[in-house]
């Protein structure tokens, strides 16, 4: 390795921190960051080979063309990688999802907020240290209590609903944090769910109103429901019971309880890029999108980020990615060799690492 890559790499090794003995980054992105070379781009100039590189590090590339969130999310929750109970074994994580998403809606009411809370059940899923299914045998339930499945966006391909009032499940675990992870419904739909600890209620979260929902392409793009992560800290060491309850006679669910250490991943949500006027007519049923639309989803994930997480998860704008110059010929969507070289950057200037510079003489 040269004295130009250690350097670079120990710039960011003063903000990612301690890495995991594999040194990796996954990639889980549409088409942009995907291993197939759209506008004649190679691939070991598009944005992820180029920030795992500059960074010392291996790259796991699951971009796929094409992926909402729900696919990279049906991804990340299928063997061999993730192995129970311990969803990452990555140092890092880079994010750039939602895109195909927001061009697959537009405008339409709950679009941003469901791809916010799409990204965010992701993120928390990656960050915990330890997952048990809804099937365990340290869940308890009572009556009223159903299995749904078999579906491939549910972990473990299945989880537990009612819609019984009054109806309760508990889970005794040790440290000072747990997460459930849950689904969300569209409008009229969703239940609302009572979390204590202890006997003490710690939040109450509603399930209602979280997802576009419809049929269609929403319905055959994984959109009738949404994955939701509900997390409570602070518990303090020692052993603590965690009650669900149901509030409602509406559906609530329990796909999965978990806790996390103090070793998170470092991950990288990258923002939305804008493109042309005419990029965003192309790709039906992924052409309704807008800058305007772009921006509203750029904000509910801010957001999301600033309110349910901490300085290990962090936003990478993306604002100097500009449509008229780095969207590539002929396919005027994806980004041409100077727009990955753009995306590297923001990720690394995230890192507090050095940039890329142009392949020209002229400096950053």
Same mark, same amino acid.
């Given at each position: 390795?040269?004295?130009?890559?250690?350097?670079?790499?120990?710039?960011?090794? %003063?903000?990612?921190?301690?890495?995991?003995?594999?040194?990796?980054?996954?990639?889980?992105?549409?088409?942009?960051?995907?291993?197939? =070379?759209?506008?004649?781009?190679?691939? #070991?100039? #598009?944005?992820?080979?180029?920030?795992?590189?500059a960074?010392?590090?291996?790259?796991?590339?699951?971009?796929?063309?094409?992926?909402?969130?729900?696919?990279?999310?049906?991804?990340?929750?299928?063997?061999?990688?993730?192995?129970?109970?311990?969803?990452?074994?990555?140092?890092?994580?880079?994010?750039? %999802?939602?895109?195909?998403?927001?061009?697959?809606?537009?405008?339409?009411?709950?679009?941003?907020?469901?791809?916010?809370?799409?990204?965010?059940?992701?993120?928390?899923?990656?960050?915990?240290?330890? =997952?048990?299914?809804?099937?365990?045998?340290?869940?308890?339930?009572t009556?009223?209590?159903?299995?749904?499945?078999?579906?491939?966006?549910?972990?473990?391909?299945?989880?537990?609903?009612?819609n019984?009032?009054g109806?309760?499940?508990?889970?005794?675990?040790?440290?000072?944090?747990?997460t459930?992870?849950?689904?969300?419904?569209?409008?009229?739909?969703?239940?609302?769910?009572?979390?204590?600890?202890?006997?003490?209620?710690?939040k109450?979260?509603?399930?209602?109103?979280?997802?576009?929902?419809?049929?269609?392409?929403?319905?055959?793009?994984?959109? =009738?429901?949404?994955?939701?992560?509900?997390?409570?800290?602070?518990?303090?060491?020692?052993?603590?019971?965690?009650? =669900?309850?149901n509030?409602?006679? #509406?559906?609530?669910?329990?796909?999965?309880?978990?806790?996390?250490?103090?070793?998170?991943?470092?991950?990288?949500?990258?923002?939305?890029?804008?493109?042309?006027?005419?990029?965003?007519?192309?790709?039906?049923?992924?052409?309704?999108?807008?800058?305007?639309?772009?921006?509203?989803?750029?904000?509910?994930?801010?957001?999301?980020l600033?309110?349910?997480?901490?300085?290990?998860?962090?936003y990478?704008?993306?604002?100097?990615?500009?449509?008229?110059?780095?969207?590539?010929?002929?396919?005027?969507?994806?980004?041409?060799?100077?727009?990955?070289?753009?995306l590297?950057?923001?990720?690394?200037?995230?890192?507090?690492?050095?940039?890329?510079?142009?392949?020209?003489?002229?400096?950053?």
């Amino acid at each position: 390795m040269t004295a130009k890559t250690l350097s670079i790499l120990a710039a960011a090794l %003063l903000t990612v921190g301690s890495l995991s003995a594999a040194d990796s980054i996954r990639l889980d992105s549409d088409s942009f960051g995907s291993p197939n =070379v759209y506008n004649n781009v190679p691939i #070991k100039t #598009k944005f992820g080979e180029r920030f795992a590189d500059a960074l010392g590090m291996t790259l796991t590339n699951k971009g796929v063309g094409g992926s909402v969130i729900n696919d990279a999310w049906i991804r990340m929750l299928t063997k061999p990688e993730h192995q129970p109970p311990h969803p990452s074994p990555h140092a890092m994580h880079v994010l750039n %999802l939602g895109f195909n998403d927001m061009r697959l809606y537009g405008n339409q009411p709950l679009a941003d907020k469901e791809i916010a809370t799409r990204l965010g059940a992701m993120i928390a899923f990656l960050r915990l240290d330890m =997952v048990l299914d809804d099937n365990n045998r340290a869940l308890t339930y009572t009556n009223g209590w159903k299995t749904a499945g078999p579906f491939r966006d549910f972990y473990g391909g299945h989880n537990r609903y009612t819609n019984t009032k009054g109806a309760t499940a508990t889970y005794t675990f040790q440290g000072d944090n747990v997460t459930i992870g849950t689904f969300g419904l569209p409008q009229g739909q969703g239940g609302t769910m009572e979390l204590a600890i202890d006997g003490t209620v710690r939040k109450t979260v509603s399930l209602d109103s979280r997802c576009i929902g419809g049929s269609g392409a929403g319905a055959a793009h994984g959109h =009738v429901y949404v994955p939701v992560a509900v997390e409570l800290s602070g518990l303090g060491p020692g052993n603590h019971t965690l009650t =669900v309850k149901n509030q409602s006679p #509406k559906t609530i669910y329990i796909d999965y309880v978990g806790t996390r250490d103090s070793k998170n991943p470092k991950i990288l949500v990258c923002g939305m890029t804008r493109m042309t006027t005419k990029g965003y007519t192309l790709g039906a049923p992924f052409n309704k999108g807008s800058d305007d639309a772009a921006n509203r989803c750029n904000a509910a994930i801010k957001a999301m980020l600033a309110q349910e997480f901490d300085s290990d998860v962090i936003y990478v704008p993306q604002e100097d990615f500009d449509a008229a110059q780095h969207v590539g010929q002929p396919d005027n969507i994806h980004p041409n060799e100077e727009g990955h070289r753009i995306l590297a950057n923001n990720l690394l200037k995230a890192c507090n690492a050095q940039p890329i510079r142009r392949r020209s003489s002229t400096s950053d």
